[in-house]
């Protein structure tokens, strides 16, 4: 099945620091990724879609300067958090649709960011 | 808006039923109908897919869909407490939508 991996899985960082998220798809090829942020018994928030080779499409009340996404290949796509502060201490989880199948996303096993 | 509605539950069934989880959607294009099972601190794992009216079946799960009721829904047979997780249903309008999550229900197996 279609893998996609995200790193870290885990990242605990200091107020005022950037932070970079990876997400890969292993075994397929994604047009399109999407970047979500889930907090504590919240539902699932889509932040971002971004498509290779183009800008990103954020969400309404979505900072684009502060949640820099770059998708600069049909396998990467990087999500850094700019100047991250506690607010923004959450699990952001990645998400890709298989070129050859769009119907379908496949979820990374998400990163846990804690900002001190 | 799109809007796809859960009961947030829990839901709570004995070991060996069959529990039942139901989402409404408010429009009425979508197309592609998900469920996904969520573990606590786990991100969301791909269950089942469905884009016609009537049932599709895979192991132990099957997923409806009434298109005319905007209504789709996962059924659980012989529950486990393995199933135990959050089930987000999600819907899109056509293959190049993004999808719309509902909030998800969470779903107890007791043993």
């Known amino acids: 099945g279609a893998v996609v991996s995200q790193h870290p899985s885990r990242v605990i960082c200091k107020s005022g620091t950037s932070v970079k998220i990876e997400c890969r798809s292993l075994?397929?090829?994604?047009?399109?990724m999407f970047w979500y942020r889930q907090f504590p018994k919240q539902s699932l928030m889509l932040m971002a879609t971004s498509n290779e080779g183009s800008k990103a499409t954020y969400e309404q009340g979505v900072e684009k300067d502060k949640f820099l996404i770059n998708h600069a290949s049909l396998t990467l796509s990087t999500l850094t958090v700019t100047s991250a502060h506690p607010e923004d201490s959450s699990f952001y989880i990645c998400?890709?649709?298989?070129?050859?199948?769009?119907?379908?996303?496949?979820f990374g096993p998400g990163t846990r960011l804690t900002v001190l | 808006q799109k809007e796809v509605e859960q009961n947030s539950g829990p839901l709570s069934v004995p070991e060996g039923a069959i529990a039942s989880l139901n989402c409404t959607y408010s429009?009425?294009?979508?197309?592609?109908f998900f469920w996904y099972r969520q573990y606590s601190g786990k991100s969301p794992e791909l269950i089942m897919s469905?884009?016609?009216?009537g049932d599709k079946e895979d192991g132990r799960f099957t997923a409806q869909l009434n298109k005319a009721s905007q209504y789709v829904s996962l059924l659980i047979r012989d529950s486990q407490p393995s199933d135990s997780a959050t089930y987000l249903c999600?819907?899109?309008?056509?293959?190049?939508?993004?999808?719309?999550f509902g909030k998800g229900t969470m779903l107890l197996v007791s043993p």
């Open positions: 998400s890709a649709r298989d070129r050859d199948s769009t119907d379908t996303q496949y």
């Open positions: 075994d397929f090829q994604a047009t399109t």
């Open positions: 429009d009425r294009g979508s197309q592609s």
């Open positions: 469905i884009y016609s009216n």
């Open positions: 999600a819907v899109k309008l056509g293959r190049d939508s993004t999808l719309t």
